[in-house]
Protein backbone atom coordinates (compact mmCIF):
# COMPACT_ATOMS: atom_id res chain seq x y z
CA UNK A 1 0.00 0.00 0.00
CA UNK A 2 0.95 3.60 -1.11
CA UNK A 3 0.00 6.31 0.64
CA UNK A 4 1.05 10.17 -0.37
CA UNK A 5 1.71 13.05 2.40
CA UNK A 6 4.11 15.96 2.00
CA UNK A 7 8.15 15.35 0.95
CA UNK A 8 9.08 17.21 4.34
CA UNK A 9 12.71 15.77 4.66
CA UNK A 10 14.94 13.61 1.46
CA UNK A 11 15.91 10.22 2.12
CA UNK A 12 14.54 6.41 1.97
CA UNK A 13 14.97 4.46 4.85
CA UNK A 14 13.50 1.08 5.01
CA UNK A 15 12.62 -0.35 8.57
CA UNK A 16 10.10 -2.03 11.17
CA UNK A 17 7.86 0.46 12.39
CA UNK A 18 6.95 2.18 16.04
CA UNK A 19 3.53 3.41 16.12
CA UNK A 20 3.51 5.87 18.75
CA UNK A 21 -0.24 5.82 20.50
CA UNK A 22 -2.07 9.10 19.80
CA UNK A 23 -3.15 10.43 24.00
CA UNK A 24 -6.44 12.04 23.55
CA UNK A 25 -7.32 14.60 26.32
CA UNK A 26 -10.49 15.38 27.38
CA UNK A 27 -12.58 18.30 26.06
CA UNK A 28 -13.01 20.62 29.44
CA UNK A 29 -13.58 23.92 27.49
CA UNK A 30 -17.28 24.07 28.17
CA UNK A 31 -16.93 23.03 32.02
CA UNK A 32 -16.83 25.46 34.64
CA UNK A 33 -15.49 26.12 37.99
CA UNK A 34 -16.84 27.54 41.32
CA UNK A 35 -15.12 31.18 41.86
CA UNK A 36 -13.74 29.68 45.21
CA UNK A 37 -11.36 27.49 43.17
CA UNK A 38 -9.86 30.36 41.14
CA UNK A 39 -6.88 30.36 42.81
CA UNK A 40 -6.22 26.67 42.96
CA UNK A 41 -6.89 26.33 39.13
CA UNK A 42 -4.28 29.24 38.76
CA UNK A 43 -1.67 27.42 40.63
CA UNK A 44 -2.31 24.51 38.74
CA UNK A 45 -1.97 26.11 35.52
CA UNK A 46 1.40 28.06 37.29
CA UNK A 47 3.11 24.81 38.23
CA UNK A 48 2.31 23.09 35.48
CA UNK A 49 3.96 25.87 33.42
CA UNK A 50 7.05 25.78 35.86
CA UNK A 51 7.22 22.01 35.19
CA UNK A 52 7.04 21.96 31.29
CA UNK A 53 10.32 24.97 31.38
CA UNK A 54 11.90 22.59 33.42
CA UNK A 55 11.57 19.98 30.95
CA UNK A 56 12.20 21.63 28.01
CA UNK A 57 15.19 23.48 29.57
CA UNK A 58 16.15 19.61 30.22
CA UNK A 59 15.70 18.54 26.50
CA UNK A 60 17.35 21.54 25.39
CA UNK A 61 20.62 21.13 27.50
CA UNK A 62 21.18 17.42 26.30
CA UNK A 63 20.91 18.54 22.97
CA UNK A 64 23.20 21.11 23.71
CA UNK A 65 25.56 18.42 25.42
CA UNK A 66 25.30 16.60 21.98
CA UNK A 67 26.13 19.69 19.99
CA UNK A 68 22.79 19.53 18.36
CA UNK A 69 22.78 23.25 17.48
CA UNK A 70 19.48 22.99 15.77
CA UNK A 71 17.60 21.41 18.11
CA UNK A 72 18.48 23.20 21.30
CA UNK A 73 17.53 26.20 19.69
CA UNK A 74 14.19 24.71 18.55
CA UNK A 75 13.79 24.41 22.60
CA UNK A 76 14.53 27.61 22.81
CA UNK A 77 11.95 29.18 20.72
CA UNK A 78 9.74 26.69 22.92
CA UNK A 79 10.67 28.09 26.14
CA UNK A 80 10.10 31.20 24.91
CA UNK A 81 7.04 30.65 23.18
CA UNK A 82 6.13 29.40 27.11
CA UNK A 83 7.04 32.05 28.87
CA UNK A 84 4.92 34.53 26.90
CA UNK A 85 3.56 36.86 29.16
CA UNK A 86 0.57 37.14 27.24
CA UNK A 87 -0.53 33.61 26.65
CA UNK A 88 -0.08 32.75 30.00
CA UNK A 89 -1.83 35.84 31.23
CA UNK A 90 -4.69 34.52 28.98
CA UNK A 91 -4.86 31.07 30.73
CA UNK A 92 -5.28 32.96 34.21
CA UNK A 93 -7.88 35.30 33.20
CA UNK A 94 -9.78 32.58 31.32
CA UNK A 95 -9.95 31.10 34.96
CA UNK A 96 -10.75 34.02 36.56
CA UNK A 97 -13.31 36.05 33.93
CA UNK A 98 -14.85 32.24 32.53
CA UNK A 99 -14.57 30.41 35.63
CA UNK A 100 -12.71 28.06 33.41
CA UNK A 101 -11.05 24.78 34.71
CA UNK A 102 -6.97 24.60 34.53
CA UNK A 103 -7.09 22.28 31.77
CA UNK A 104 -9.76 24.32 30.04
CA UNK A 105 -8.06 27.91 29.97
CA UNK A 106 -4.79 26.52 29.00
CA UNK A 107 -6.68 24.31 25.83
CA UNK A 108 -8.67 27.55 24.92
CA UNK A 109 -5.77 29.97 25.13
CA UNK A 110 -3.49 27.57 22.99
CA UNK A 111 -6.00 26.97 20.13
CA UNK A 112 -7.08 30.79 19.86
CA UNK A 113 -3.27 31.34 19.89
CA UNK A 114 -2.65 28.39 16.87
CA UNK A 115 -5.44 30.16 15.30
CA UNK A 116 -3.44 33.13 14.82
CA UNK A 117 -0.64 31.15 12.89
CA UNK A 118 -2.87 29.43 11.11
CA UNK A 119 -4.35 32.24 9.27
CA UNK A 120 -0.91 33.09 8.15
CA UNK A 121 0.40 33.60 4.59
CA UNK A 122 3.84 32.61 4.95
CA UNK A 123 3.89 28.70 5.20
CA UNK A 124 6.69 28.85 8.04
CA UNK A 125 4.38 31.12 10.21
CA UNK A 126 1.59 28.94 10.05
CA UNK A 127 3.79 25.61 11.04
CA UNK A 128 4.40 27.67 14.14
CA UNK A 129 0.67 26.69 15.04
CA UNK A 130 2.24 23.09 15.42
CA UNK A 131 5.14 24.40 17.97
CA UNK A 132 1.97 26.25 20.24
CA UNK A 133 0.19 22.84 20.34
CA UNK A 134 3.10 21.06 21.49
CA UNK A 135 3.24 23.30 24.26
CA UNK A 136 -0.15 23.48 25.11
CA UNK A 137 0.00 19.53 24.68
CA UNK A 138 2.91 19.32 27.17
CA UNK A 139 1.14 21.49 29.74
CA UNK A 140 -2.21 19.78 29.22
CA UNK A 141 -0.50 16.26 29.92
CA UNK A 142 1.03 17.68 33.23
CA UNK A 143 -1.98 18.76 34.40
CA UNK A 144 -3.59 15.34 33.91
CA UNK A 145 -1.05 13.24 35.02
CA UNK A 146 -0.03 12.05 31.56
CA UNK A 147 3.25 10.55 30.53
CA UNK A 148 5.04 12.70 27.71
CA UNK A 149 5.89 10.02 25.14
CA UNK A 150 9.58 8.72 25.16
CA UNK A 151 11.48 8.35 22.27
CA UNK A 152 15.17 9.25 23.57
CA UNK A 153 15.75 5.17 24.07
CA UNK A 154 14.44 3.78 21.15
CA UNK A 155 14.82 -0.27 21.26
CA UNK A 156 16.35 -0.78 17.87
CA UNK A 157 16.36 0.72 14.36
CA UNK A 158 13.27 1.72 13.19
CA UNK A 159 10.56 4.40 11.62
CA UNK A 160 8.71 6.10 13.66
CA UNK A 161 4.84 6.37 12.76
CA UNK A 162 2.77 8.51 14.82
CA UNK A 163 -0.15 11.58 14.28
CA UNK A 164 1.84 13.89 15.34
CA UNK A 165 5.53 13.65 15.82
CA UNK A 166 6.21 16.97 18.09
CA UNK A 167 9.18 19.22 17.48
CA UNK A 168 10.17 18.90 21.31
CA UNK A 169 9.90 14.89 20.64
CA UNK A 170 12.63 15.78 17.45
CA UNK A 171 14.93 17.50 19.87
CA UNK A 172 14.81 14.53 22.14
CA UNK A 173 14.55 11.39 20.00
CA UNK A 174 16.90 8.51 19.70
CA UNK A 175 18.66 9.65 16.20
CA UNK A 176 20.85 6.85 16.57
CA UNK A 177 18.35 4.70 15.94
CA UNK A 178 15.36 6.58 14.01
CA UNK A 179 15.70 5.81 10.20
CA UNK A 180 12.97 7.85 8.93
CA UNK A 181 9.43 9.69 10.05
CA UNK A 182 6.21 9.67 9.36
CA UNK A 183 2.99 11.15 10.73
CA UNK A 184 -0.24 12.62 9.63
CA UNK A 185 0.24 16.52 11.13
CA UNK A 186 2.90 18.64 9.55
CA UNK A 187 4.53 20.37 6.62
CA UNK A 188 7.94 21.14 5.12
CA UNK A 189 8.59 24.20 6.96
CA UNK A 190 7.84 22.79 10.50
CA UNK A 191 9.87 22.59 13.15
CA UNK A 192 9.28 18.88 12.67
CA UNK A 193 10.42 18.90 9.37
CA UNK A 194 13.29 21.21 9.98
CA UNK A 195 14.99 18.99 12.31
CA UNK A 196 14.58 15.57 10.52
CA UNK A 197 16.67 17.60 8.02
CA UNK A 198 19.24 18.84 10.23
CA UNK A 199 19.62 14.78 11.56
CA UNK A 200 19.59 14.02 7.76
CA UNK A 201 16.35 11.95 8.49
CA UNK A 202 13.87 10.98 5.83
CA UNK A 203 10.59 12.64 6.96
CA UNK A 204 6.98 12.46 5.27
CA UNK A 205 4.57 15.03 7.15
CA UNK A 206 0.92 15.15 6.47
CA UNK A 207 0.21 11.63 5.51
CA UNK A 208 -3.19 10.64 6.69
CA UNK A 209 -3.71 7.40 7.52
CA UNK A 210 -0.37 6.35 7.96
CA UNK A 211 -1.27 5.68 11.76
CA UNK A 212 -4.21 3.21 11.03
CA UNK A 213 -2.36 1.69 8.17
CA UNK A 214 0.67 0.94 9.86
CA UNK A 215 -1.66 -0.34 13.41
CA UNK A 216 -2.70 -3.27 10.57
CA UNK A 217 0.82 -4.69 9.93
CA UNK A 218 2.29 -7.55 11.37
CA UNK A 219 5.02 -7.88 13.58
CA UNK A 220 7.85 -8.77 10.94
CA UNK A 221 6.02 -6.37 8.03
CA UNK A 222 8.23 -3.83 7.57
CA UNK A 223 7.56 0.15 5.61
CA UNK A 224 9.26 2.39 3.70
CA UNK A 225 9.30 6.26 3.56
CA UNK A 226 10.63 8.33 1.25
CA UNK A 227 11.06 11.92 2.15
CA UNK A 228 11.91 13.10 -1.40
CA UNK A 229 8.74 12.07 -2.90
CA UNK A 230 6.62 11.98 0.04
CA UNK A 231 5.21 8.57 -0.48
CA UNK A 232 4.67 6.18 2.65
CA UNK A 233 5.14 2.40 1.45
CA UNK A 234 2.83 0.03 3.80
CA UNK A 235 3.64 -3.33 4.16
CA UNK A 236 6.26 -3.78 1.86
CA UNK A 237 7.53 -7.08 -0.01
CA UNK A 238 10.63 -8.81 -0.45
CA UNK A 239 10.42 -7.85 -4.21
CA UNK A 240 9.56 -4.27 -3.17
CA UNK A 241 12.15 -4.03 -0.44
CA UNK A 242 15.35 -4.96 -3.04
CA UNK A 243 13.85 -2.33 -5.74
CA UNK A 244 13.56 0.28 -3.26
CA UNK A 245 17.30 -0.66 -1.71
CA UNK A 246 18.39 -0.43 -5.27
CA UNK A 247 17.06 3.36 -5.63
CA UNK A 248 18.88 4.09 -2.11
CA UNK A 249 22.12 3.17 -3.79
CA UNK A 250 20.82 5.02 -6.76
CA UNK A 251 20.27 8.26 -4.61
CA UNK A 252 23.04 7.64 -2.95
CA UNK A 253 25.61 7.65 -5.82
CA UNK A 254 23.40 10.83 -6.95
CA UNK A 255 24.41 12.59 -3.46
CA UNK A 256 28.28 11.08 -3.63
CA UNK A 257 28.32 12.84 -7.65
CA UNK A 258 27.08 16.13 -6.08
CA UNK A 259 28.89 16.55 -3.61
CA UNK A 260 31.88 16.57 -5.66
CA UNK A 261 30.81 20.31 -7.49
CA UNK A 262 29.90 21.69 -4.12
CA UNK A 263 33.13 23.78 -4.42
CA UNK A 264 33.08 24.43 -8.31
CA UNK A 265 31.56 27.94 -10.14
CA UNK A 266 28.17 27.89 -11.05
CA UNK A 267 28.65 28.32 -14.57
CA UNK A 268 27.09 26.73 -17.86
CA UNK A 269 29.40 24.51 -20.19
CA UNK A 270 29.68 27.55 -22.69
CA UNK A 271 31.34 29.89 -19.84
CA UNK A 272 27.93 31.83 -18.70
CA UNK A 273 28.60 32.64 -15.02
CA UNK A 274 25.77 32.71 -12.42
CA UNK A 275 25.05 33.32 -8.82
CA UNK A 276 23.72 30.56 -6.56
CA UNK A 277 22.51 31.60 -3.43
CA UNK A 278 20.44 30.06 -0.54
CA UNK A 279 17.44 31.42 1.50
CA UNK A 280 18.26 31.30 5.06
CA UNK A 281 15.89 32.26 7.98
CA UNK A 282 18.93 33.08 10.71
CA UNK A 283 22.32 32.18 11.79
CA UNK A 284 21.32 28.73 12.56
CA UNK A 285 21.10 27.99 8.93
CA UNK A 286 24.91 29.35 8.31
CA UNK A 287 26.36 25.51 8.56
CA UNK A 288 23.79 24.17 6.28
CA UNK A 289 24.30 26.76 3.52
CA UNK A 290 27.97 26.63 3.74
CA UNK A 291 27.87 23.07 3.11
CA UNK A 292 26.38 22.95 -0.08
CA UNK A 293 28.62 25.75 -1.07
CA UNK A 294 26.28 28.45 -1.25
CA UNK A 295 27.71 31.40 -3.21
CA UNK A 296 25.72 34.14 -1.16
CA UNK A 297 22.49 34.50 0.59
CA UNK A 298 19.43 35.19 -1.40
CA UNK A 299 17.33 36.33 0.93
CA UNK A 300 17.63 36.51 4.57
CA UNK A 301 13.78 36.43 6.22
CA UNK A 302 14.28 38.93 8.74
CA UNK A 303 10.65 38.86 10.41
CA UNK A 304 11.82 35.29 12.62
CA UNK A 305 13.66 37.76 14.57
CA UNK A 306 10.27 39.56 15.34
CA UNK A 307 8.07 36.91 15.76
CA UNK A 308 6.97 34.71 18.83
CA UNK A 309 8.12 37.27 21.51
CA UNK A 310 5.96 40.12 23.33
CA UNK A 311 7.98 43.21 21.83
CA UNK A 312 10.08 43.99 18.93
CA UNK A 313 13.80 43.17 18.98
CA UNK A 314 16.41 45.92 19.65
CA UNK A 315 19.31 47.57 17.43
CA UNK A 316 21.52 45.54 19.09
CA UNK A 317 20.18 42.23 19.19
CA UNK A 318 19.46 42.71 15.55
CA UNK A 319 22.72 43.49 14.49
CA UNK A 320 24.69 40.70 16.32
CA UNK A 321 22.36 37.91 14.53
CA UNK A 322 22.57 40.10 10.66
CA UNK A 323 26.57 40.69 11.79
CA UNK A 324 26.84 36.23 12.63
CA UNK A 325 25.95 35.62 9.03
CA UNK A 326 27.11 38.24 7.41
CA UNK A 327 30.79 37.77 8.89
CA UNK A 328 30.06 33.52 8.28
CA UNK A 329 29.60 34.07 4.89
CA UNK A 330 33.17 35.78 4.51
CA UNK A 331 33.03 38.25 2.06
CA UNK A 332 29.78 36.52 0.06
CA UNK A 333 27.25 38.88 -0.50
CA UNK A 334 24.14 38.30 1.96
CA UNK A 335 20.92 39.83 1.12
CA UNK A 336 18.98 41.04 4.02
CA UNK A 337 14.67 41.56 3.67
CA UNK A 338 13.72 44.15 5.73
CA UNK A 339 10.86 42.49 8.18
CA UNK A 340 8.25 41.19 5.84
CA UNK A 341 5.53 41.34 8.81
CA UNK A 342 1.67 42.44 8.72
CA UNK A 343 -1.56 42.18 9.49
CA UNK A 344 -1.57 38.44 8.82
CA UNK A 345 1.24 37.89 10.68
CA UNK A 346 -0.09 38.01 14.43
CA UNK A 347 2.65 40.33 16.00
CA UNK A 348 0.47 41.31 18.85
CA UNK A 349 2.75 43.93 19.77
CA UNK A 350 2.41 45.90 16.77
CA UNK A 351 -1.37 46.37 17.73
CA UNK A 352 -2.80 45.46 14.39
CA UNK A 353 -6.28 45.74 13.34
CA UNK A 354 -7.95 42.81 12.05
CA UNK A 355 -8.48 43.01 8.50
CA UNK A 356 -10.92 41.13 5.66
CA UNK A 357 -7.65 40.78 3.26
CA UNK A 358 -4.67 41.10 5.28
CA UNK A 359 -2.93 39.83 2.12
CA UNK A 360 -3.58 42.48 0.11
CA UNK A 361 -3.41 45.07 3.49
CA UNK A 362 -1.07 46.50 5.90
CA UNK A 363 1.99 44.76 5.83
CA UNK A 364 5.50 44.51 4.99
CA UNK A 365 7.04 47.80 3.62
CA UNK A 366 3.69 49.70 4.45
CA UNK A 367 4.25 49.07 8.36
CA UNK A 368 8.00 50.29 7.69
CA UNK A 369 7.00 53.78 6.27
CA UNK A 370 4.61 54.25 8.65
CA UNK A 371 6.84 53.28 11.36
CA UNK A 372 10.15 54.81 11.20
CA UNK A 373 10.45 53.89 15.08
CA UNK A 374 10.49 50.05 13.82
CA UNK A 375 12.16 50.61 10.47
CA UNK A 376 15.28 53.02 11.30
CA UNK A 377 16.14 50.37 14.32
CA UNK A 378 16.28 47.64 11.44
CA UNK A 379 18.37 49.37 9.12
CA UNK A 380 20.73 50.73 11.47
CA UNK A 381 20.87 47.51 12.36
CA UNK A 382 21.78 46.25 8.86
CA UNK A 383 24.11 48.82 7.68
CA UNK A 384 26.24 48.54 11.26
CA UNK A 385 26.45 44.87 10.10
CA UNK A 386 27.74 45.67 6.83
CA UNK A 387 31.06 46.13 8.21
CA UNK A 388 31.82 42.89 8.38
CA UNK A 389 31.22 41.95 5.14
CA UNK A 390 29.00 42.27 1.73
CA UNK A 391 25.00 43.57 2.50
CA UNK A 392 22.10 44.50 0.44
CA UNK A 393 19.14 45.57 1.36
CA UNK A 394 15.69 44.50 0.33
CA UNK A 395 12.48 45.80 0.62
CA UNK A 396 9.17 43.74 0.07
CA UNK A 397 6.18 44.56 -0.74
CA UNK A 398 6.99 47.43 -3.01
CA UNK A 399 3.81 47.85 -5.78
CA UNK A 400 5.30 52.02 -6.87
CA UNK A 401 8.02 53.94 -7.41
CA UNK A 402 6.85 56.58 -4.48
CA UNK A 403 7.68 53.45 -1.64
CA UNK A 404 10.91 52.48 -3.28
CA UNK A 405 12.08 56.72 -3.39
CA UNK A 406 10.25 56.30 0.26
CA UNK A 407 12.50 53.83 1.50
CA UNK A 408 15.36 55.01 0.40
CA UNK A 409 14.88 58.47 2.20
CA UNK A 410 14.73 56.38 5.39
CA UNK A 411 18.15 54.37 4.21
CA UNK A 412 19.55 57.74 4.13
CA UNK A 413 18.16 58.66 7.27
CA UNK A 414 19.57 55.57 9.07
CA UNK A 415 22.80 56.47 8.05
CA UNK A 416 22.69 59.94 9.30
CA UNK A 417 21.77 59.17 12.68
CA UNK A 418 24.64 56.57 12.65
CA UNK A 419 27.01 59.07 11.50
CA UNK A 420 26.05 61.56 13.86
CA UNK A 421 26.58 58.71 16.97
CA UNK A 422 29.95 57.88 15.74
CA UNK A 423 29.10 54.14 15.20
CA UNK A 424 30.56 52.18 12.43
CA UNK A 425 28.44 51.56 9.01
CA UNK A 426 29.13 50.84 5.63
CA UNK A 427 28.44 53.42 3.22
CA UNK A 428 27.64 52.01 0.21
CA UNK A 429 24.99 49.30 0.87
CA UNK A 430 23.05 48.18 -2.25
CA UNK A 431 19.03 48.74 -2.29
CA UNK A 432 16.94 45.98 -4.29
CA UNK A 433 13.10 45.05 -4.15
CA UNK A 434 11.43 42.15 -4.25
CA UNK A 435 9.57 41.45 -7.34
CA UNK A 436 6.12 40.22 -5.75
CA UNK A 437 3.40 42.42 -6.92
CA UNK A 438 2.15 42.35 -10.74
CA UNK A 439 2.08 46.30 -10.08
CA UNK A 440 6.08 46.11 -10.00
CA UNK A 441 6.76 43.51 -12.84
CA UNK A 442 4.98 46.17 -15.20
CA UNK A 443 6.94 48.92 -14.28
CA UNK A 444 10.27 47.38 -13.70
CA UNK A 445 11.63 49.74 -16.39
CA UNK A 446 10.76 52.25 -14.30
CA UNK A 447 12.08 50.62 -10.50
CA UNK A 448 15.44 49.29 -12.01
CA UNK A 449 16.01 53.03 -12.90
CA UNK A 450 16.51 53.95 -8.78
CA UNK A 451 16.91 50.20 -7.58
CA UNK A 452 20.26 48.65 -7.22
CA UNK A 453 18.66 44.79 -7.84
CA UNK A 454 15.44 42.79 -8.20
CA UNK A 455 14.74 39.75 -6.60
CA UNK A 456 11.79 38.21 -8.36
CA UNK A 457 9.50 36.66 -5.62
CA UNK A 458 7.92 33.46 -7.45
CA UNK A 459 5.31 32.61 -4.69
CA UNK A 460 3.51 35.47 -4.19
CA UNK A 461 3.86 36.96 -7.34
CA UNK A 462 2.34 33.63 -8.67
CA UNK A 463 -0.74 34.10 -6.27
CA UNK A 464 -1.28 37.93 -6.97
CA UNK A 465 -0.60 37.24 -10.71
CA UNK A 466 -2.90 34.58 -11.51
CA UNK A 467 -5.58 34.71 -8.10
CA UNK A 468 -5.32 31.41 -6.42
CA UNK A 469 -4.44 31.04 -2.90
CA UNK A 470 -2.09 28.33 -2.95
CA UNK A 471 -3.17 27.05 0.36
CA UNK A 472 -6.72 26.53 -0.81
CA UNK A 473 -7.40 22.64 -1.17
CA UNK A 474 -10.03 23.42 -3.35
CA UNK A 475 -8.60 25.24 -6.16
CA UNK A 476 -4.79 24.42 -5.00
CA UNK A 477 -4.22 22.70 -8.18
CA UNK A 478 -4.64 25.83 -10.07
CA UNK A 479 -1.26 27.11 -8.54
CA UNK A 480 1.44 26.81 -10.86
CA UNK A 481 4.30 29.15 -11.59
CA UNK A 482 4.12 28.08 -15.55
CA UNK A 483 1.03 29.71 -16.13
CA UNK A 484 2.31 31.63 -19.35
CA UNK A 485 1.06 34.81 -17.42
CA UNK A 486 3.66 33.91 -15.31
CA UNK A 487 6.51 33.39 -17.64
CA UNK A 488 5.68 36.81 -19.69
CA UNK A 489 5.66 38.62 -15.99
CA UNK A 490 9.18 37.29 -15.06
CA UNK A 491 10.37 38.11 -18.75
CA UNK A 492 8.99 41.99 -18.51
CA UNK A 493 11.24 42.24 -15.02
CA UNK A 494 14.65 40.32 -16.86
CA UNK A 495 14.49 42.21 -20.03
CA UNK A 496 14.95 46.19 -18.08
CA UNK A 497 17.38 44.85 -15.80
CA UNK A 498 20.31 43.55 -18.17
CA UNK A 499 19.28 46.55 -20.32
CA UNK A 500 19.89 48.44 -17.56
CA UNK A 501 23.75 47.12 -17.03
CA UNK A 502 26.32 48.36 -15.04
CA UNK A 503 26.07 46.46 -11.34
CA UNK A 504 22.29 46.18 -11.30
CA UNK A 505 21.27 42.30 -10.94
CA UNK A 506 18.30 40.41 -11.39
CA UNK A 507 17.56 37.14 -8.95
CA UNK A 508 14.54 35.15 -7.73
CA UNK A 509 14.25 34.03 -4.27
CA UNK A 510 10.93 31.76 -4.57
CA UNK A 511 10.70 28.56 -4.85
CA UNK A 512 10.41 28.40 -8.49
CA UNK A 513 13.96 28.85 -8.72
CA UNK A 514 14.67 25.53 -6.93
CA UNK A 515 12.59 23.36 -9.39
CA UNK A 516 15.02 21.93 -11.62
CA UNK A 517 12.59 22.11 -14.48
CA UNK A 518 12.27 25.26 -14.55
CA UNK A 519 16.16 25.89 -14.42
CA UNK A 520 16.57 26.32 -17.86
CA UNK A 521 13.84 27.95 -18.45
CA UNK A 522 14.60 31.04 -16.20
CA UNK A 523 18.89 30.48 -17.57
CA UNK A 524 17.49 31.14 -20.90
CA UNK A 525 14.94 33.94 -19.97
CA UNK A 526 18.40 36.27 -18.66
CA UNK A 527 18.42 35.06 -14.53
CA UNK A 528 21.33 35.89 -13.28
CA UNK A 529 20.91 35.02 -9.16
CA UNK A 530 18.83 32.05 -8.68
CA UNK A 531 18.69 31.89 -4.24
CA UNK A 532 17.55 28.67 -3.59
CA UNK A 533 16.65 25.81 -0.50
CA UNK A 534 20.29 24.23 0.68
CA UNK A 535 18.95 21.45 -0.05
CA UNK A 536 18.06 21.53 -3.45
CA UNK A 537 21.08 23.76 -4.76
CA UNK A 538 23.65 21.32 -6.21
CA UNK A 539 21.20 20.05 -8.10
CA UNK A 540 20.09 23.42 -9.43
CA UNK A 541 24.05 23.98 -9.98
CA UNK A 542 24.41 20.49 -12.26
CA UNK A 543 21.93 21.27 -14.46
CA UNK A 544 22.73 24.76 -15.12
CA UNK A 545 26.66 23.06 -15.35
CA UNK A 546 25.38 20.79 -17.73
CA UNK A 547 23.96 23.30 -20.40
CA UNK A 548 24.81 26.01 -22.72
CA UNK A 549 23.29 29.55 -23.17
CA UNK A 550 22.47 28.90 -26.35
CA UNK A 551 20.44 26.07 -25.53
CA UNK A 552 18.77 27.38 -22.30
CA UNK A 553 17.42 30.25 -24.40
CA UNK A 554 16.00 27.55 -27.21
CA UNK A 555 13.91 26.33 -24.24
CA UNK A 556 12.74 29.58 -23.04
CA UNK A 557 11.88 31.33 -26.07
CA UNK A 558 9.69 28.24 -26.78
CA UNK A 559 8.35 27.98 -23.25
CA UNK A 560 7.33 31.50 -23.51
CA UNK A 561 5.58 30.69 -26.43
CA UNK A 562 3.39 27.98 -25.61
CA UNK A 563 -0.50 28.48 -24.40
CA UNK A 564 -0.97 26.53 -21.05
CA UNK A 565 1.02 25.97 -18.00
CA UNK A 566 0.24 21.94 -18.59
CA UNK A 567 1.94 22.07 -21.68
CA UNK A 568 4.67 24.50 -20.19
CA UNK A 569 5.92 21.95 -17.17
CA UNK A 570 5.48 18.96 -19.59
CA UNK A 571 8.14 20.43 -22.20
CA UNK A 572 10.78 21.63 -19.55
CA UNK A 573 11.04 18.22 -17.82
CA UNK A 574 11.34 17.01 -21.63
CA UNK A 575 13.77 19.69 -22.25
CA UNK A 576 16.06 18.55 -19.76
CA UNK A 577 19.09 16.74 -21.52
CA UNK A 578 19.04 13.00 -20.69
CA UNK A 579 22.00 12.45 -18.63
CA UNK A 580 20.48 15.23 -16.16
CA UNK A 581 16.98 14.27 -15.86
CA UNK A 582 17.90 11.85 -12.57
CA UNK A 583 18.35 15.48 -11.40
CA UNK A 584 14.93 16.32 -11.28
CA UNK A 585 13.79 14.30 -8.29
Not at 92 to 121: S, T, Y
Not at 130 to 153: A, C, K, T
Not at 206 to 211: I, L, N, S
Amino acid sequence: MQLKGVAAAPGLAIGPCLVLEDIIHPDLTQKTIDSQDIQAEQDKVKNALDKAGKQLELIRDRAVADGQEEQSAVMEAHLMMLADPILNDGFLKAIENDLLPAVGAVQIGIEKQAAVFEALEDAYFRERAQDIRDIGRRVVNLLLGIQEPDVSNLPNPLILVARDITPSMMASVDAKNLLGIAAEIGGRTSHTAILANNLAIPAVLGCQGVVQSAHGLDEDEQIAVDGSTGIVHVGITVSQAEKLRQEIRRREEIHHELEQIKDTPTRTMDGVTVQLAANVMGPDDLDRIQAVGAEGVGLYRTEFLFMDRSQAPDEEEQYKAYRKIVEGMAGKPVIIRTMDIGGDKGVEYLNLEQEENPFLGYRALRICLDRPDLFLTQLKAILRAGVHGRVLIMFPMVSSLEELRAAKIFVDQAKEELRTADVPFAEDVPTGIMIEIPSAALIADLLIKEADFFSIGSNDLTQYTIAVDRMNAKIGQLYTSFHPAMLRLIKQVIDPTIEAGGDKFIGMCGEMAGDPKATMLLLGLGLQEFSVGPAGLLRIKKIIQGVTMDEAKLVANHAISMETAGDVEEYLADAIPEDLKKYLL
